[in-house]
């Protein structure tokens, strides 16, 4: 295939511009037609969005008739070889064209069962996340997970999956690979190979997997060009490329390696990964920075082992609890113990604070975490505010009784209680956006609460539950808001006890302020991600991170990249693509050429 330049797309005149840009779109070039209105394009990014905001404008009609203008795969068309080169090079490349007969028979029994429901067919970008194809089992499993999507939000997911099948094409067609985001990409999966589970993701903190992430990352960054690399107390990853000066101050950056139990592969190493990218970069090029440049892999912050959230970063900040020692894990182990086991010196914990007077602040690269870039398209966003948060484990406290004997009016029912607190917890936090300037402005909540957690002890199908222990989570983007809502709640919890003649205990278990971002440091990734010719789209972070740490002594602020399949964090469907990460990398490498 013959490349194409952006710069003739940009200059030739337009009916010569849109042949250049026909197959992008299933017999639909008219969509890459009108994006050209926009003219000149910054960069092929730039062109992508044109064309996401032309299908978006488009309507209902002409977006359903894009979806059917494709092909099933493995259907019909792809039997009488009849699909457009695009379709027939994408499904080989997939397997598709070398089903066994079961395969083919089960992919084609989905087809059916999917037009029945949907009315169009199912689409799916098989070259996958780096490009380079999803196997048959992944695109069988995709199927079959999406055969029970709601009918509007799968069109949606059509349409996000025909435009990253654009974005690949696009590539082709310029010749173009994100080998940086290509590469880090295929980092994330090496670091995957280590877990505490067989067959799923999960990396707590000192287990025989993290000290293999922590040992691979430290490899890593010597690899990568960093003047120093260290392991350090709590087990952090601590890697330093040295500023052209002495006496510079620091920009430090970073996340962390622990996953949750059954995670992704991108929640923290994310931001581990795309800063090594940049050092490796400047250090391959012999290039310097004005500022020292510290990568932290910080060792904990999901508090899955032991309750020390944010252990990490904490260390780093002075706030790391010496009661966190005598925690022991689900085997009986205590922190201390396993901190020793790994070889960790303790009595050096103390020394890992840092100045803040020497840093210039911290930055973060995230995987967003959550639906609003991958709905509105969107592959990067500049976050404004992490949000504060406050968490609860509780119990009401009734009376156990019969079934089929205790009327409904004498009923002492501590599990409908927490069912009627988590449906206030919903409907108050909901009434707290709709007054809320923050959500008016984007599709982001400003105020969210959640009842995670709901177990009757002991329960059986035919007692009224006399217990229920249960969890409440409840964040906002100000600590006013959240204090609002929690006062709310619990006054609701008070009110429902007392109606239902029940009692309760509620134990506070975390606290966190909200961390709005450093102006400063904010405009540095607006104009990062302005540079490369993409949307400067603010939301607020509804999730915690390290840098609402490092917030407590020093300025920071954080970048979020798309993720695929609706966003979805903490799971194992976390994805997002090489060609996200490139735009990470450089927006990274921008800032720090502009710091």
């Known amino acids: 295939m013959s490349t194409i330049t952006l710069n003739q797309i940009n200059t030739l005149p337009r009916a010569e511009s849109a042949a250049l840009l026909t197959g992008l779109y299933e017999h639909s070039d008219w969509i890459a037609e009108q994006a050209l209105d926009a003219r000149p394009f910054a960069s092929a990014a730039a062109l992508k969005h044109a064309m996401v905001k032309v299908l978006a404008k488009a309507g209902r009609a002409p977006q359903l008739a894009l979806v059917r203008a494709h092909p099933e795969l493995a ?42 429901k949907f009315g169009f067919p199912f689409i799916l970008a098989v070259r996958g996340p780096r490009g380079t194809g999803l196997n048959k089992q992944q695109i069988i499993s995709t199927f079959e997970r999406r055969l029970h999507n709601h009918p509007d939000y799968e069109l949606a997911e059509c349409l996000r999956n025909i435009h990253r099948i654009v974005e690949i094409r696009l590539n082709d067609k310029l010749g173009y690979e994100p080998a940086l985001g290509h590469e880090v990409w295929d980092w994330h999966e090496w670091l995957a190979q280590f877990s505490d589970a067989h067959e799923e993701l999960t990396v707590t903190y000192l287990t025989d997997a993290h000290l293999k992430c922590a040992r691979t990352i430290e490899l890593g960054m010597k690899a990568c060009g960093f003047d120093e690399v260290r392991i350090d107390a709590v087990g952090n990853v601590v890697g330093i490329y040295k500023a052209a000066s002495h006496n510079a101050k620091t920009l430090m950056t970073g996340s962390h390696y622990d996953t949750v139990r059954n995670g992704g592969k991108y929640d ?3 931001g581990i990964f795309v800063p090594m990218a940049c050092v490796r970069e400047l250090a ?50 205590t922190m201390r113990q396993a901190m020793k086991q790994a070889g960790l010196k303790i009595e050096d914990t103390p020394k890992l604070t840092r100045n803040a007077a020497e840093y210039l602040g911290f930055v973060e690269v995230h995987i967003e975490q959550g ?55 919903e409907k108050r936090a909901a009434a707290l956006n709709a007054g809320s300037a923050d959500t008016a402005k984007s599709p982001t909540s400003a105020c969210v609460g959640t009842i995670g957690m709901l177990t009757v002890p002991n329960g059986s199908i035919n007692v009224v539950p006399g217990r229920c222990q249960f969890s409440l989570d409840l964040r906002a983007t100000t600590n006013d808001l959240r204090d609002s809502l929690m006062h709310d709640v619990l006054a609701e919890l008070k ?14 278990t975390m606290r966190a302020s909200a961390a709005p971002s450093d102006a400063k440091l904010q405009a540095l990734w607006e104009h990062a991600v302005q540079s490369l010719g993409v949307p400067v789209f603010h939301l607020p972070s509804g999730a915690g991170h390290d840098a609402m740490k490092l917030h407590e002594v020093m300025p920071q602020a954080m970048l979020f990249v798309r993720g695929q399949n609706a966003g979805i964090s903490h799971n194992p469907l976390e994805s997002t693509t090489s060609d996200d990460m490139q735009l990470a990398i450089d927006a990274f490498m921008h800032v720090l050429h502009n710091l």
């Open 75 to 116: 259907g019909k068309a792809m039997v009488s070889k009849s699909l457009t080169a695009e379709s027939t090079h994408e499904q080989t490349k997939a397997g598709l064209t070398n089903c066994t007969p079961e395969e083919f028979a089960h992919i084609q029994q989905l087809n059916a069962s999917y037009n029945t």
């Open 268 to 270: 923290g190493r994310l």
């Open 284 to 333: 391959r090029a012999g290039k310097r920075l004005p500022f020292n440049l510290e990568v932290v892999a910080f060792a904990e912050e999901e508090g899955q082992r032991y309750k020390a959230t944010f252990l990490g970063s904490g260390a780093l900040v002075g706030d790391f609890k010496n009661e966190w020692l005598d925690q022991k894990d689900a085997d009986g182990i």
């Open 371 to 425: 639906p609003v870039l991958n709905e509105l398209d969107i592959p990067l966003g500049v976050v404004t505010s992490i949000n504060g948060s406050v968490r609860f484990v509780g119990e009401i406290v009734g009376m156990a009784s019969h079934a089929g004997t205790t009327p409904m009016d004498r009923r002492r029912d501590a599990a409908t209680a927490v069912s009627e607190l988590a449906l206030y917890v």
């Open 495 to 508: 009110a429902i006890c007392e109606r239902r003649g029940l009692h309760y205990t509620l134990e506070e």
